[in-house]
């Protein structure tokens, strides 16, 4: 299993990281939300996931972890409000520059 998250982690990450050198707008907001799901899942994994342990304390002699879960649903709030706050940014600069390149200017050929 520690395999898998460490696989899914590398490639999210590795493609978050991809689409932030795309230098436009959308991969880079894309890039941005991959990089925040592999934070996520990281978080989530570093709890040492229990399967069939109880999330209430007090029912069983080991329980979940609920630390991580709790920071994961709070990334999960701000990250969805960063990215909406983000892509009206980049609609508001794409109106004014007329161009999706992140610095305003268009790559010379």
Do not use: C, W
Not at 2 to 10: H, K, M
Not at 25 to 51: D, E, K, Q
Not at 76 to 97: P, S, W
Request: glycine share 12%; proline share 5%.
């Amino acid at each position: 299993m520690e395999a898998v998250f460490a696989i899914t982690l590398g490639v999210l990450t590795a493609s978050g990281v991809y689409l932030l050198l795309r230098a436009r707008i959308f991969p880079v907001v894309m890039g941005l939300t991959l990089i925040s799901y592999a934070v996520n899942l990281f978080i989530f994994a570093m709890g040492r996931l229990g399967t069939g342990v109880p999330a209430v304390i007090g029912k069983s002699a080991e329980y979940g972890d609920p630390l991580p879960q709790a920071l994961v649903l709070t990334a999960i709030v701000i990250g969805f409000a960063m990215t909406a706050f983000v892509v009206v940014l980049a609609l508001r600069g794409l109106g004014e520059l007329k161009t999706d390149h992140v610095d305003g200017e268009e790559p010379r050929a």
